[in-house]
T-cell receptor, first 109, second 113 residues
Framework: KNEVEQSPQNLTAQEGEFITINCSYS?????LHWLQQHPGGGIVSLFM?????KKHGRLIATINIQEKHSSLHITASHPRDSAVYIC???????????WGAGTKLIIKP | DADVTQTPRNRITKTGKRIMLECSQT?????MYWYRQDPGLGLQLIYY???????NKGEISDGYSVSRQAQAKFSLSLESAIPNQTALYFC????????????FGDGTRLSIL
């Protein structure tokens, strides 16, 4: 079983829909990261959080440390949000990030 | 100009050739990383370096070597390329501490024929 699991693997939605992508992890973490990989390949860090909730524009990330679960939400989704969204965790005992496999999101106009 | 620059962006080469991928950064970060990404899989760490004198193997270092020529430069070499090293390669940097975000280059698409 992977230490970081994302769901769903693929998600297709219509423009304007509210999107939720989930990330569950099985290790103790110091922080959880959400990243976006554009269709051209570039990777951008969206959020890094260790508790609570963060918001940036139409993106919201939440984390529940007790349940070892995080969600990434996109409000009023737009075709330009189409990308792969990746969850990764950093742990106290390991300098390496542990990566999820990503969620491929397609927003149709 | 990009903060993390990878060259080349694309490379096609033959089995057995020696390949070098270069990464330079203007962020002033001490930590640098090389990852490989295969279709449908998460990023896999090849090597990482926390400063110029510190080089560490990641989870898939076999067949690869690295050189940290300066704080700003971290190169990845494939000594004798093989087809299953065909992948998308990313360089990343981060500031000190495990809770700092990583900043990625645009990637190098490498094809080994």
């Amino acid at each position: 079983k992977n230490e970081v699991e994302q769901s769903p693997q693929n998600l297709t939605a219509q423009e304007g829909e509210f999107i939720t992508i989930n990330c569950s992890y099985s290790v103790g973490i110091s922080a959880l990261h959400w990243l976006q990989q554009h269709p051209g390949g570039g990777i951008v860090s969206l959020f890094m959080l260790s508790s609570g909730k963060k918001k940036h524009g139409r993106l919201i990330a939440t984390i529940n440390i007790q349940e070892k679960h995080s969600s990434l939400h996109i409000t009023a989704s737009h075709p330009r949000d189409s990308a792969v969204y990746i969850c990764a965790v950093s742990t106290d005992s390991n300098y390496q990030l542990i990566w999820g496999a990503g969620t491929k999101l397609i927003i149709k106009p | 100009d990009a903060d993390v620059t990878q060259t080349p962006r694309n490379r096609i080469t033959k089995t057995g050739k020696r390949i070098m991928l270069e990464c330079s950064q203007t962020k002033g970060h001490d930590r640098m990383y090389w990852y490989r990404q295969d279709p449908g899989l998460g990023l896999q760490l090849i090597y990482y370096s926390f400063d110029v004198k510190d080089i560490n193997k990641g989870e898939i270092s076999d067949g690869y070597s690295v050189s940290r020529q300066a704080q700003a430069k971290f190169s990845l070499s494939l000594e004798s390329a093989i087809p299953n090293q065909t992948a998308l390669y990313f360089c990343a940097t981060s500031g000190g501490g495990e809770t700092q975000p990583q900043h990625f280059g645009d990637g190098t698409r490498l094809s080994i024929l």
